[in-house]
C-alpha cells in the first residue's frame, strides 16, 4: 500500500477515465456544508462607531481684529520697493487711509460670509487692548459653548515678540501696545479658532501652547490648595481644544512679492479659487494656455456656488481634491475633527492645503495647530492643475464668443470614478483604501455622474464591514439620507443595496431613517412589484432588491418603538405578509424576521397582525423546505406570542393555537429551529407562568411516585470488583461543539471512566447497565456546563420525566387537565431537555428549571426540605460510586477541567454505604431559601459557573426576567451578516485559484487513483485474505466499525464513543465522546462526503443522528449537527440483561445481546448522490430525511411487526431493501405512495437478518443473510431466491464487499470466514498473527473497505484487526 501523498506522485493511467471520475466527483452535492452548518450562530462584533460626530459644532461669531495703521509702516519690517500692497484685494494706498480701513474690514467680512454666511461679525479697526478686550468678552458670552472665530491681520504693526505677545495701538495712535496672548486665551476661551496673518507668526502659535500648560499646571496646585485665589472660580475650559492657523513659521517674514496680496495668508483662506488662478498664471507652465493673462482670469464666468458655470465647477473640484487630499493624509480622528465637525473649520482647512502650496513656493511655511503632515507635494495638486489648465484654455473663447460658447466640463469628475473603479477591479484585499473615495462623495452631488458613482459605491461597500467603516468616516451618510428623496426610479436598486450595507454594519441608523422619513423609501420599494428586474448569475436581482428592503425595515422596526409606530402606520405588515410565498428564500425569511420584530413587545401590531391573520399564513412557512426559513417564521410566532400586554380570551386562544403548531417542529431536523423553538415557547412560559407552574408540580410529584421500566434499575452491585488486566483508559479528547459539549465536563468524563472501569475478573466487559453509575442529579446531569449542580430538575430528572409523561396516565393532574395545551407543551419542553444537540437541550433544561425553581419555591416552602426528588432523580438506588459522589457536596471527586485526564490506575470503589447514612441536606442560613445552591436566584442563564453568579439577595422575581430576556438564538444577527459580508463576489468554491477549490481538486484526484488502484487488484480476482496489516487494541469493545473510503483512516464505535486509527501507519488518531446517554449505544456510522469534507454520522439506538467534523487531525471534534431521527424509539423498552451475562462474559456477543435486549438498535443507509438518509431499527417505519432540507421526507410503513436490521437503497432504481429480524427482507420503491411502495417481501430465511445489501448496478441482484449463516440472492423483479449459499452457523456480523464479490462472515464461536461468490471459503482466520497465535475474540462487527481488498473486524476482547489480500497483489 502507498500512502496518499505516493499516490499522487504515480503516473495517471487511462486519463480518460480520470477526467471522467473527477467530475463525477465534483458534481456530487455535500451535505451539512452550508454557513448554519460552518459557522457559530451569532452576529458580528459590533464596530465601534467613530464616524458619527458625537460633538457637532458651529463657528457663530466670529471677531475681525486689522492693525493695517494704513500709510505708516512698522518700525521692524523694511519693506522692499515695490511690494506687496493688496488687503483683501484692495490697494489701500488707491483712497484715504480711514475709508481704506474700512473697505478692507467690509471686505474680509464678506470674504468670510462666503464660507459661513450665518455667523455673527464684529470688526474691530486699529483697536486699543480694551476694545479687544470688550469685543472677545462679548462675543465669548453670545456664543456659549459654541466656537468663536478671531482673525488677526497684523501688517501694520510690529512682529509678535518671543513674550508671546502681539501688538495694537493706543488711543491716540501715538503707540504700540502688547496685547498678551495669555489674556487672549481668558477672553476668548474654549473653543476658539484662532487665524494670525504676520510675520513670525510661528512665535503666537508657541506662546499660546506655553500658556495653554501653564493654566493646566495653576489649576492642579489649587485643585490640592483649598486656600488658592483660583480654587473657588469655575473651572475654566481647556484650551487644547482650540485651533490655530498662523502664516509663517516664528522665524519667517511674509513674502513681498509685489504681484502677490500683502494678505496671501487670509486670501488663500478666503479666497481660494481666486488666488489659486492667479498663481497658477504666475507659474512657468502657465506659458503653455495661450492668451491668458492674471486681467483675464478676473473674467471667468459664473458664480462659485453654481457648479454648472465654469467657476463654480473649479470651486467644486476644489473642494474634492482638498478634502481627498486630507483624508488620505490626516489620520481619521483629526480629520474627523477638523474637516467634519464645523462647516467654517473644514472651509478654512481645505484652504489651508492651498496656503501652504502656494506660501511654500515663496519660501514660508504656514503652520497651524493641530499640526497636519505636509500636503503640499501631494499627488492630487496635479490633478487640480489639469483642471485649472483645462478651464483657462477655453477662456479666450469664451469671452470672445460669450454665451454662444458651449463649455466643455471638466472630465475630472468622470477621470477619478474610473481611477475608483480600476482600483475595485484590479484589487487585492489587504491594501490601502482608495484615494477617490472622498471625490464619490462630491460626484453624489451630480445628477449626471450620480448612478454610475452609486454602482461603484455599492461595489465597495460590497468589500465588508471594513469599507462601509471607511465610508462613514469620510461622511457618506448625510449624502444617502437625502438622496431617498429623490424620486428617480433608476436609483432605487443601488440605494437600497447601499442602505442595507450600512446597516448590516451600523444598525444605530434606524433613528436618522424614521426621522427622516427614510423609511417610506423602503417600503414603497418592497411594496413595488415593478423594481427594475435583471437576472444576475443566476439568481433574480428585484427579489434581491426587496430582500434587501425588508432586511432594512427589519432593522428599523428592531427594538424601536418609533420605527415600529412608522412602520405598522406605513402598512409594513400588509406588504410583509403578500410576501410571504415569494420563491426567494432569503426574501422568505427576511420578511418573517421582520413581521416578528415589528409587533416584538408592540401590541397594536400584533392586534394588527391578529386581523390580517398572519400567524395562520405563518404557519406555512413551518415547513419550508430551507431551515433558515422555518428558523425566521418559529421566531415571529414566538415574538407574535410573547407580548406581555393583558391577555383576552380572544388572545389566549390564538397563543394555544400558535403554540400547538410551534409543537409540530419538536423533531425538526435542524437544531437551528429547535433552538428558535425553545426561545419560542419560553415567551409562552413567561406568558402563562402560574399555568407551567401548576403543570410542573405535578410533574414532578408524579417522577417521585412513579418507577419507570428504566434503564435505572440497578443489576447487582458485584460487578463493581475492579480488574487485574483492564484495558488501559485512554485520555478522552475534550469535545468543542460550540458549547461546552456534555462531553467535556467532569461528571461526564467521570461516568466514562466508570463504564471502562467496569469489568469483571476475567477481563470481559460486564454487562454495562446504566444502573451501574448513579443515578444523584448531581454527579450525572449531562448538562452541557460544569455548574450543573445549580439545576434543580436534572438531565436524568428530566428524561425520566418525559419518559413517566408517555407511561402514566397522569390523571391525577390538578385544575389543569390532562391534554391541556400547558401539558403538551411541558412535554414539548422535556423532549427539548433531551435533544441529542447540546445547545438546545442546554435551553430547554433552563426554561424547565425556572419554571420549576419557581414552582417549588411558591408552591412548598416547608416541604421541599424533605422532598428526595429534588436532589436525586431515581428511587433509591444508590452504588457506591452515587454514594462517594453524593458526599462530595454535588461535585464529582475530579479536578474540574474540561477534559480530566484518567489514568490507567484504578480507583479502589469506596465502602458501600445505606442510603440512611447520607448527610441530610441543610440550608446554609435560616433566611435563605432552599435549594438555592443548587439554583441561585441570581444566576443569568449564561454565566460562565457559580464562581461568577451573583450575590444571593436579588428577589425572586428577578428570575422570570432572566428567562425572557437572555434567552435568545442570534438567529437573526447572524442572517444579518450576510448583508454585511460580500455579496457580489465569487464564492471562494467557485475560484478556480482559491486554496479551497486548490485542496477539492487535490482529493479528487486522490479519490481517482484510489478508486483505479484498488479496481486494478479486485479485477485479478483475490483467491486469500488473511494477511493481517494492522491490529491494536480499542479503547472500547468495538461495536461498529467503518472504514474512510479514500484516505487511510478507519472509525471504530464502541458504546459511546468513537475512536479513530490510521490503518497504515498502526496509530491512533483520536478517541472522543459521541454525547449520547448512558443507557444507549451506537448502532450505526456512515461517513458523509467521504470524496471530499468528510463528515462522520452516528446513530445510536435511541433514535438520535449526531454529525462530527474536525476528528482524526489535530483539531477538537466538533458536532456540526444533530437531531432525533427516530422519534418513537426509546431504548427503555428494552428489559435489562440478567445477571447471566455475568457468567458468560467471555462469550458475550451482539448476538446475545440482541437477542436479550430485543432490538436492532438504529440502522442507516447514506445516498452521497441525492443527500438522503434512510433511518430505520426499532419500529416500523423507514423514515427518509432529506440532509439539504433537514426535514423528514417520507415514512414508509414496513408493514412488520419485528424491527429493521439493515437497510440498502440504489439511488439509481430509487429502491430500499430492509432486512428485518423476523426473517422477512422487503423491497420498497420510495416513489410510490405509501400503502403500494412495498413492492416485494422475501421470507425465505426463519431467523433475523443480519445484512440486506442491494448491488448497486442497473440490474445488481439483492443479498440477504440470517443469523443462521443462509446467504440468499433474490432479484427484485423475482418472487424467490435464485440462489442459497449456507455459511456458519451463530452469525454475529457479514459484510459484502460491493467491488471484489466478496463477503465475510464473523461469528460468536470466535472466527471469521471469508467466501467468494460462489460460496467458496477462501479464508479462515480464528487467531490473531504473532500474539503467540492467540485466538480471535467472538466477532462484533466487521466492514469491508469500499475500495481496497481490506476487511477490518471488531471482536469482544476489544481488539480491532484489519486483513487484506496476499502482498503480491497488492
Excluded at 87 to 113: F, H, R, V
Excluded at 401 to 428: N, Y
Excluded at 458 to 485: C, E, H, M, N, T
Excluded at 1193 to 1198: A, K, R, S, Y
Amino acid at each position: 500500500m502507498k500512502m496518499d501523498a505516493d499516490l499522487i506522485h504515480s503516473p495517471a493511467v487511462g486519463l480518460a477515465e480520470e477526467e471522467e471520475a473527477d467530475m463525477n466527483d465534483w458534481k456530487l452535492p455535500l451535505a451539512f456544508m452550508k454557513k448554519r452548518h460552518c459557522e457559530k450562530i451569532e452576529g458580528s462584533k459590533a464596530l465601534a462607531q467613530s464616524w458619527r460626530m458625537k460633538d457637532r459644532m458651529k463657528t457663530v461669531s466670529v471677531a475681525l481684529v486689522l492693525c493695517l495703521n494704513v500709510g505708516v509702516d512698522p518700525p521692524d519690517v523694511v519693506k522692499t520697493s515695490p511690494c506687496a500692497r493688496l488687503e483683501c484685494w484692495i490697494d489701500p494706498l488707491s483712497m484715504s487711509p480711514q475709508k481704506a480701513l474700512e473697505t478692507i474690514g467690509a471686505n474680509l467680512q464678506k470674504q468670510y460670509e462666503n464660507w459661513q454666511p450665518r455667523a455673527r461679525y464684529k470688526q474691530s479697526l486699529d483697536p486699543t487692548v480694551d476694545e479687544v478686550k470688550k469685543l472677545c468678552t462679548s462675543l465669548r458670552r453670545n456664543a456659549k459653548e459654541e466656537r468663536v472665530l478671531f482673525h488677526y491681520n497684523g501688517h501694520g504693526v510690529p512682529r509678535p515678540t518671543v513674550n508671546g505677545e502681539i501688538w495694537v495701538f493706543n488711543k491716540n495712535y501715538t503707540q504700540y501696545i502688547p496685547l498678551s496672548i495669555y489674556d487672549l486665551q481668558t477672553w476668548m476661551g474654549s473653543p476658539s479658532i484662532f487665524v494670525y496673518d504676520c510675520s513670525n507668526a510661528g512665535i503666537i502659535v508657541k506662546s499660546f501652547k506655553q500658556f495653554a500648560l501653564q493654566r493646566e499646571q495653576e489649576l492642579e496646585v489649587a485643585a490640592i490648595n483649598p486656600g488658592h485665589p483660583l480654587a473657588q472660580m469655575p473651572l475654566p475650559p481647556s484650551m487644547k481644544n482650540c485651533i490655530q492657523l498662523a502664516a509663517c513659521e516664528a522665524s519667517e517674514l511674509l513674502p513681498m512679492n509685489p504681484d502677490l496680496p500683502a494678505d496671501l495668508f487670509t486670501s488663500c483662506l478666503t479666497t481660494p479659487i481666486k488666488i489659486a488662478l492667479r498663481w497658477f498664471c504666475m507659474q512657468k507652465s502657465a506659458r503653455l494656455v495661450p492668451g491668458v493673462t492674471l486681467d483675464l482670469i478676473e473674467k471667468i464666468p459664473g458664480r462659485l456656488n453654481d457648479r454648472r458655470t465654469p467657476l463654480g465647477e473649479l470651486n467644486w473640484i476644489f473642494t474634492a481634491i482638498t478634502d481627498t487630499i486630507a483624508w488620505n493624509v490626516l489620520p481619521r480622528d483629526l480629520f474627523q475633527k477638523l474637516f467634519r465637525q464645523d462647516l467654517l473649520v473644514a472651509s478654512l482647512f481645505r484652504n489651508f492645503l492651498l496656503a501652504e502650496r502656494i506660501m511654500r513656493s515663496y519660501n514660508c511655511t504656514p503652520v497651524s495647530s493641530p499640526r497636519l503632515p505636509p500636503t503640499y507635494m501631494h499627488a492630487m495638486w496635479q490633478a487640480w492643475d489639469l483642471a485649472v489648465d483645462i478651464c483657462l484654455s477655453q477662456l479666450p473663447t469664451i469671452i470672445e464668443e460669450g454665451t454662444a460658447f458651449r463649455v466643455i466640463h471638466s472630465p475630472f469628475f468622470a477621470d477619478q470614478l474610473t481611477a475608483f473603479e480600476v482600483w475595485l477591479t484590479m484589487g487585492v484585499e489587504n491594501r490601502n483604501p482608495p484615494e477617490q473615495l472622498p471625490i464619490v462623495l462630491q460626484v453624489l452631488l451630480s445628477q449626471v455622474h450620480r448612478l454610475r458613482a452609486l454602482q461603484l459605491l455599492g461595489r465597495f461597500l460590497d468589500l465588508g464591514p471594513w469599507a462601509v467603516s471607511l465610508a462613514l468616516s469620510v461622511g457618506i451618510f448625510p449624502y444617502v439620507l437625502k438622496l431617498l428623496q429623490s424620486s428617480a426610479r433608476e436609483l432605487r436598486p443601488m440605494l437600497v443595496f447601499i442602505w442595507a450595507k450600512i446597516l448590516a454594519v451600523d444598525s444605530s441608523c434606524q433613528a436618522d431613517l424614521v426621522k427622516d422619513n427614510g423609511h417610506k423609501y423602503f417600503l414603497s420599494v418592497l411594496a413595488d412589484s415593478y423594481m427594475p428586474v435583471s437576472v444576475h448569475r443566476g439568481y433574480n436581482i428585484e427579489a434581491e432588491h426587496r430582500t434587501m428592503a425588508v432586511f432594512i425595515l427589519a432593522v428599523i422596526v428592531n427594538s424601536y418603538n418609533t420605527g415600529q409606530e412608522a412602520c405598522l402606520q406605513g402598512n409594513l405588515i400588509a406588504i410583509c405578509l403578500e410576501q410571504l410565498s415569494d420563491p426567494h428564500p432569503l426574501l422568505r425569511q427576511w420578511v418573517a424576521i421582520c413581521l416578528g420584530r415589528i409587533w416584538q413587545n408592540f401590541d397594536p401590531a400584533r392586534w394588527c397582525g391578529v386581523r390580517d391573520s398572519a400567524h395562520e399564513k405563518l404557519y406555512t412557512l413551518l415547513s419550508d423546505p430551507i431551515p433558515e426559513v422555518r428558523c425566521a417564521a418559529v421566531f415571529a410566532l414566538g415574538t407574535f406570542v410573547g407580548n406581555s400586554a393583558e391577555r383576552t380570551d380572544h388572545s389566549t386562544t390564538i397563543d394555544h393555537n400558535v403554540a400547538m403548531m410551534l409543537a409540530q417542529l419538536i423533531n425538526d431536523g435542524s437544531p437551528v429551529v429547535r433552538k428558535e423553538l425553545v426561545v419560542a415557547l419560553s415567551h409562552l412560559v413567561v406568558q402563562y407562568e402560574s399555568n407551567f407552574c401548576t403543570v410542573a408540580l405535578q410533574f414532578i410529584e408524579e417522577e417521585k411516585n412513579y418507577t419507570v421500566p428504566s434503564p435505572a434499575n440497578t443489576t447487582e452491585s458485584g460487578n463493581l470488583t475492579p480488574v487485574r488486566d483492564s484495558p488501559a483508559i485512554p485520555r478522552l479528547r475534550s469535545v468543542n461543539s460550540y458549547t461546552n459539549i456534555r462531553a467535556a465536563t467532569t461528571a461526564r468524563n467521570l461516568n466514562k471512566s466508570l463504564q471502562n472501569l467496569n469489568l469483571n475478573e476475567e477481563g470481559g466487559p460486564a454487562a454495562f447497565s446504566p444502573g451501574n453509575l448513579s443515578t444523584s442529579s448531581s454527579a450525572s446531569s449531562t448538562l452541557g456546563s460544569p455548574d450543573n449542580d445549580e439545576y434543580i430538575l436534572s438531565f436524568e430528572t428530566i428524561d425520566k420525566m418525559r419518559r413517566v409523561s408517555s407511561y402514566s396516565s397522569l390523571n391525577s393532574l390538578i385544575g389543569v387537565s390532562f391534554n391541556s395545551v400547558y401539558t403538551q407543551i411541558w412535554r414539548v419542553l422535556l423532549h427539548l431537555a433531551a435533544d441529542p444537540f447540546p445547545e438546545v437541550s442546554d435551553l430547554a433544561m433552563k426554561v424547565l428549571n425556572s419554571i420549576a425553581y419557581k414552582a417549588t419555591m411558591n408552591a412548598r416552602p416547608q416541604r421541599i426540605l424533605d422532598s428526595g426528588s429534588l436532589t436525586q432523580s431515581a428511587p433509591a438506588s444508590p452504588t457506591s460510586k452515587g454514594t462517594h459522589i453524593h458526599q462530595a457536596s454535588g461535585s464529582p471527586p475530579m479536578p474540574s477541567t474540561s477534559s480530566s485526564s484518567l489514568t490507567n490506575e484504578v480507583p479502589k470503589p469506596p465502602t458501600r454505604e445505606p442510603p440512611a447514612t447520607r448527610p441530610p441536606y441543610t440550608p446554609t442560613s435560616g433566611g435563605q431559601a432552599p435549594h438555592s445552591h443548587q439554583f441561585p436566584r441570581t444566576r443569568k442563564m449564561f454565566d460562565k459557573g457559580p464562581e461568577q453568579a451573583a450575590e444571593d439577595g436579588d428577589e425572586p422575581g428577578g428570575h422570570r426576567n432572566y428567562i425572557c430576556a437572555a434567552l435568545q438564538t442570534g438567529l437573526c444577527d447572524w442572517s444579518a451578516k450576510y448583508f454585511a459580508q460580500p455579496v457580489m463576489k465569487i464564492p471562494e468554491e467557485h475560484d478556480v485559484e482559491s486554496q479551497v477549490r486548490m485542496d477539492r481538486q487535490w482529493r479528487f484526484l486522490r479519490n481517482t487513483r484510489v478508486r483505479k488502484q484498488s479496481r486494478g487488484i479486485t479485477q485479478k480476482g483475490v483467491s486469500r485474505l488473511d494477511d493481517q496489516i494492522f491490529i491494536n487494541r480499542n479503547p472500547g469493545v468495538p461495536s461498529v466499525v467503518k472504514f474512510h473510503p479514500f484516505n487511510t483512516c478507519i472509525a471504530v464505535a464502541d458504546k459511546d464513543s468513537i475512536c479513530f486509527w490510521d490503518w497504515e501507519k498502526g496509530e491512533r488518531l483520536d478517541y472522543f465522546y459521541n454525547g449520547n446517554p448512558r443507557y444507549t449505544r451506537i448502532t450505526a456510522m456512515e461517513y458523509l462526503n467521504g470524496h471530499d469534507c468528510s463528515l462522520l454520522l452516528t446513530a445510536t439506538d435511541d433514535g438520535a443522528l449526531r454529525i462530527w467534523k474536525n476528528f482524526a487531525d489535530q483539531k477538537n471534534p466538533e458536532m456540526v449537527t444533530a437531531w432525533q431521527g427516530l422519534s418513537d424509539m426509546l431504548p427503555t423498552t428494552r428489559s435489562q440483561p440478567s445477571t447471566c451475562a455475568h457468567s458468560l462474559a467471555r462469550r458475550v456477543s451482539i448476538y446475545l445481546d440482541r437477542s436479550k435486549q430485543g432490538g436492532a438498535g438504529m440502522v442507516v443507509d447514506w445516498e452521497q448522490e441525492t443527500g438522503l438518509l434512510m433511518t430505520s431499527g426499532d419500529v416500523r417505519v423507514i423514515r427518509i430525511w432529506d440532509t439539504d432540507r433537514e426535514m423528514k421526507v417520507q415514512d414508509i410503513p414496513t408493514g412488520a411487526d419485528s424491527c429493521v436490521t439493515s437497510l440498502s437503497c440504489d439511488s439509481q432504481r430509487s429502491l430500499i431493501v430492509a432486512g428485518l429480524g423476523d426473517g422477512s427482507v422487503r423491497v420498497f420503491d420510495r416513489r410510490m405512495g405509501p400503502n403500494e411502495c412495498r413492492v416485494m417481501t422475501y421470507r425465505e430465511h426463519g431467523a433475523w437478518v443480519v445484512k440486506a445489501h442491494l448491488q448497486k448496478e442497473t440490474e445488481g441482484h439483492i443479498i440477504s443473510v440470517s443469523v443462521n449463516g443462509d446467504v440468499r440472492f433474490f432479484e427484485p423483479r423475482s418472487p424467490d431466491s435464485i440462489n442459497v449459499l449456507q455459511t456458519v452457523k451463530g452469525l454475529t456480523a457479514l459484510d459484502i464487499h460491493p467491488q471484489a464479490n466478496l463477503f465475510a462472515c464473523g461469528s460468536m464461536n470466535q472466527f471469521i470466514a471469508v467466501y467468494n461468490s460462489n460460496g467458496d471459503v477462501i479464508s479462515n482466520i480464528k487467531y490473531y498473527d504473532g500474539f503467540m497465535g492467540q485466538r480471535i475474540g467472538a466477532i462484533s462487527c466487521l466492514a469491508f473497505h469500499p475500495h481496497w481488498p481490506h476487511l477490518a473486524v471488531g471482536s469482544n476482547d476489544y481488539y480491532m484487526s484489519i486483513y487484506s489480500a496476499e502482498k503480491r497483489l497488492r
